[in-house]
């Protein structure tokens, strides 16, 4: 396409103009000045490319280009004048990701734009030539709508995020799951923390900060905080799983009632040596006393502090309990109603709110072969040194040893507390009706009425105690073996690393519930037998085809049957009963982990079980009457 006409006829300014071989670009190829007509302009050259035979619209921008290179003295060729219509491919409607979305969006955020389906349409080169589409499918249309914490932009044609979360698309819906959480008691929000957004652009504790307030929070949040775990998010290529993003205060209830004892000093969970250990060397024992002499003197419980949540709202505290003691043999309680007087020389031992004064005998060395086994028929025995392996030790009441218990029998009808460890890799026993208080237990075999109070490990041991395990006050490790209390337990750490089997949990007395389970497992087996001797079917066809000569004694044990039958139902009803019955036993009892919970640890609530598979952070495990199953909060 070009101009034939003599630039000299026309004063005006002319170009000349050229095709592309395929007909899609049209630009200025030659240029004539204006011999005393009109100068170069945009209206020049649409008249011009009309002139030419051109339909197709003029590109005005790409003209003002070329009239700005000749008025500069620039090239203007190369500059597409008037380009052609391209076919348009048919094309199915899809989802574009503008993102990367393993990492959260944002409120405002658009993270996905939907592309309509596109049909066929034929294009057109500027010398008139129509052009066809390669395809000729019919696109396919898809339908997707807007979930949870997402709107549709129709400007912009995307979906946009309302809260901070990660976005995904299931079953034709986009959504946005939230990333922060707030605890049911409103205390903390927690949440997952990631280095970058989907964008990839840095996420700043700023940024997490103006989310918590727009959640409601009006406490501080911990900025420091939220810098170094965003930089360690960063560092790892990970995101931080289940992490506290900002936290108000539990309220702490007030302290019980309790005793003050006036005499030497006997501290519950031992005393720190310079390392930092617990020593329940140093912790003292039961101390003796002499008759008038002043014990101790009960404290009114205290009111607590109260909590505030996230919100800033105050959360009060429940006051501690009131301790009402309890007066034993051998102690008055004076006339101010709070202080308690020995009657007689002996051990001070507080036993489920009862205060006594009690005789002891004390040996002053090991339990060994110049002593023989002890055994008294009353009071309490106090053994200065160690019980050793092979030896066995027994009284009504107390057993308390400075040393330690290896491989030894002990009987206690009171406590057994032992200031160093109990040690039972070659056999032996401790039976007590109270509680067991050691600085370590290993390998060892013991049944306690009471509480169990281990200040460091509990190693390859098979425990079972009516009260609580309290293993908090130093290591608090429990590793291997099988531990069941009837009240639950407070420990700092199970398992280890290595993934040994630990057993921890909640057993309450089932003899009974055994007895009654083997009552019916062999009346299945006696109905079992007869039905294989006689058959299943009613009585009257199996009577109707035996011989009349052994239908008396056939009808006897099938009257028989009959009676199991009965006693089976009645057996199953019972066991229901107890079932229910344990449920509700458990409800109230939990099992507290401070620290952390080892994969090879399983928690046991009755007949309930759960195995931990990856470790876990201070958590507390309990029975859910609702789902009648362990739940962990």
């Known amino acids: 396409m070009a101009d034939n006409k003599a630039p000299q006829e026309n004063p005006d300014a002319r170009f000349r103009f050229a095709m592309s071989e395929d007909g899609m670009k049209l630009g200025v190829n030659r240029y ?12 020049i050259l649409r008249e011009q490319v009309l002139d030419a035979g051109v339909q197709l619209p003029l590109d005005e921008s790409a003209a003002q280009r070329i009239i700005d290179a000749i008025e500069t003295g620039n090239d203007f060729k190369g500059i597409a004048l008037v380009r052609g219509i391209p076919a348009t491919e048919p094309k199915d409607a899809s989802l574009m990701v503008l993102g990367n979305l393993e990492f959260p969006v944002f409120p405002g955020d658009r993270f996905i734009r939907f592309r309509e389906a596109q049909k066929a349409e034929n294009g057109q080169t500027i010398d008139g030539r129509i052009l066809t589409p390669k395809g000729n499918f019919a696109p396919q249309d898809i339908s997707v709508e807007p979930g949870e914490n997402v709107k549709w932009d129709p ?69 420091d905080m939220l810098d170094a775990k965003l930089a360690q998010a960063k560092d790892l290529g990970i995101p931080l799983q289940n992490q506290v993003l900002v936290k108000g205060v539990h309220p702490v209830p007030g302290r019980d009632g309790w005793l003050e004892y006036l005499v030497t000093t006997r501290e519950i969970t031992g005393t720190e040596d310079e390392s930092g250990r617990l020593d329940f060397r140093n912790r003292g024992t039961y101390p ?45 309680l004076q006339d101010d109603k709070v202080t308690f007087q020995s009657k007689a020389k002996g051990v001070v031992v507080m036993e489920k709110d009862t205060l006594s004064v009690t005789e002891c005998l004390i040996i002053s060395g090991n339990v060994d072969l110049n002593s023989g086994n002890v055994k008294v028929e009353h009071g309490s025995i106090k053994v200065l040194g160690s019980i ?13 040893v400075e040393g330690s218990i290896e491989s030894a029998t002990v009987y206690a009808g009171g406590q057994v507390e032992v200031k160093g460890g109990i040690l039972m890799p070659d056999g032996g026993s401790i039976v007590c009706e109270g509680d067991v208080i050691a600085n370590f237990i290993t390998n060892a075999n013991i049944k306690a009425g009471g509480d169990i109070h281990v200040a460091n490990e509990i190693l390859n041991s098979k425990i079972q105690a009516a009260g609580r395990l309290y293993a908090t006050s130093g290591k608090g490790v429990v590793n291997g073996g099988t531990i069941l209390t009837h009240k639950g337990m407070e420990i700092n750490e199970t398992g280890s690393e290595l993934g040994v089997s630990t057993v921890i949990g909640v057993h309450l007395e089932q003899q009974e519930d055994d007895e009654l389970r083997s009552e019916r497992d062999k009346i299945i087996l006696a109905i079992k037998k007869i039905d294989e001797a006689l058959g299943s079917e009613p009585p009257q066809i199996i009577l109707s085809r035996t011989p009349k000569e052994k239908r008396p004694a056939v009808a006897e044990v099938l009257k028989h049957r009959a009676t199991l039958a009965k006693r089976r139902k009645t057996i199953n009803e019972r066991i229901t009963e107890l079932a229910l019955a344990q449920q509700q036993e458990l409800n109230g009892i939990d099992i507290q982990i401070r620290r952390l919970a080892h994969p090879g640890t399983t928690i046991r609530f009755g007949k309930k079980a759960k195995q931990i598979a990856k470790r876990m952070e201070a958590c507390t495990f309990y029975f859910s009457l609702k789902d009648r199953d362990i739940a962990i909060k």
Not at 388 to 400: D, L, N, R
Request: net charge negative; no cysteine; hydrophobic share 35%.
């Open 388 to 400: 050793q392996a092979g030896f066995s030790v027994s009284a009504p009441k107390h057993v308390i």
């Open 155 to 223: 400007v912009t044609e995307s979906y946009v995020a309302e809260v901070w979360g990660m976005a995904r698309v299931k079953d034709n819906v986009v959504s946005v799951s939230p990333i922060p959480s707030i605890s049911n008691d409103e205390v903390f929000v927690t949440g997952n923390i990631h280095h970058q957004d989907f964008k990839g652009n840095p996420i700043t504790p700023a940024r997490i900060d103006k989310e918590l307030r727009d959640l409601g929070v009006v406490i501080d949040v911990d900025m």
């Open 32 to 43: 004539f000045p204006p011999n005393g007509g009109k100068k170069p302009s945009v209206d």
């Open 288 to 332: 003796m006393v002499n008759p008038g002499q002043i014990i101790g003197r009960v404290h009114q419980p205290t009111p607590g502090e109260g909590g505030i949540d996230i919100y800033g709202k105050t959360i009060p505290a429940h006051e501690g309990k009131e301790l009402r003691i309890h007066l034993g043999e051998n102690v008055i």
